[in-house]
C-alpha cells in the first residue's frame, strides 16, 4: 500500500483559503460557461420584461400625444404638464430599467458563485480521496450550496481513513 501524507489538510487550507482582501471580479466566475448559462436566462427573461414595458410606457405616451393632436385649444401649462408627464414617465421608465438590470446582474453573479465554488471543492475533495489523502478537508463558506454533499464527503474520507488502519492493522498481524 502506497503511503499517504495525510498532513495535505492544514498546507491546503492555509493556501486555499481566501481572503477579503484577494477578492477581486474575476474570482466570482469561477465556472462561466455554467454561471453564463443562467446568466442569459435572467438577460432573456429580463429582456422580455423590458419589451413589454416598453411597450406599455409607448402606449401611454402614445395616448398623451394623441390628446396634444385633439385639443385645438391647449394653454401652455397643459402643454407644459402634459411634456412633464411624458418626460418623467420616460425618465422613471429608465430609472426602473436600470435599478433591474444591476441588481439582476448581482444576483446572478453571487447566486451561481454560491453553487460553483463548492462544486469546485467537492471535485477537489474528490480527487483527493481518490490519490488516497482521507485526511484532506476542505471547508465551504457558511451559506454555500451543496453543503451537504460536501459534509458527506468528509464523513466518507473518515471512513475510508479507519478502513485503510484497520487494513494496514490486519496485513502487519498476518
Known amino acids: 500500500m502506497e503511503n499517504v501524507d495525510h498532513s495535505v489538510v492544514s498546507n491546503t487550507l492555509a493556501q486555499d483559503a481566501p481572503t477579503k482582501n484577494r477578492?477581486?471580479?474575476?474570482?466570482?466566475?469561477?465556472?462561466?460557461?455554467y454561471q453564463m448559462k443562467y446568466a442569459w436566462y435572467q438577460i432573456v427573461g429580463g429582456t422580455t420584461?423590458?419589451?413589454?414595458?416598453a411597450g406599455m410606457v409607448h402606449l401611454k405616451l402614445a395616448l398623451i400625444d394623441l390628446l396634444m393632436a385633439k385639443t385645438r385649444v391647449m394653454d401652455v401649462a397643459t402643454q407644459v404638464q402634459i411634456s412633464q408627464l411624458y418626460a418623467d414617465t420616460a425618465t422613471t421608465f429608465m430609472i426602473g430599467f436600470v435599478v433591474f438590470l444591476t441588481y439582476s446582474g448581482l444576483l446572478i453573479l453571487v447566486m451561481s458563485h454560491r453553487v460553483s465554488g463548492p462544486m469546485i471543492a467537492i471535485v477537489d475533495t474528490i480527487e483527493q480521496l481518490i490519490k488516497g489523502n482521507y485526511g484532506y478537508k476542505r471547508p465551504l463558506r457558511h451559506g454555500d450550496e451543496l453543503m451537504a454533499i460536501q459534509d458527506h464527503l468528509h464523513e466518507l474520507s473518515v471512513r475510508l481513513r479507519a478502513k485503510e488502519v484497520d487494513d494496514i492493522q490486519t496485513t502487519e498481524k498476518e
Open 49 to 53: 420584461l423590458f419589451a413589454v414595458t
Open 23 to 33: 477578492r477581486k471580479l474575476k474570482n466570482f466566475f469561477v465556472k462561466p460557461k
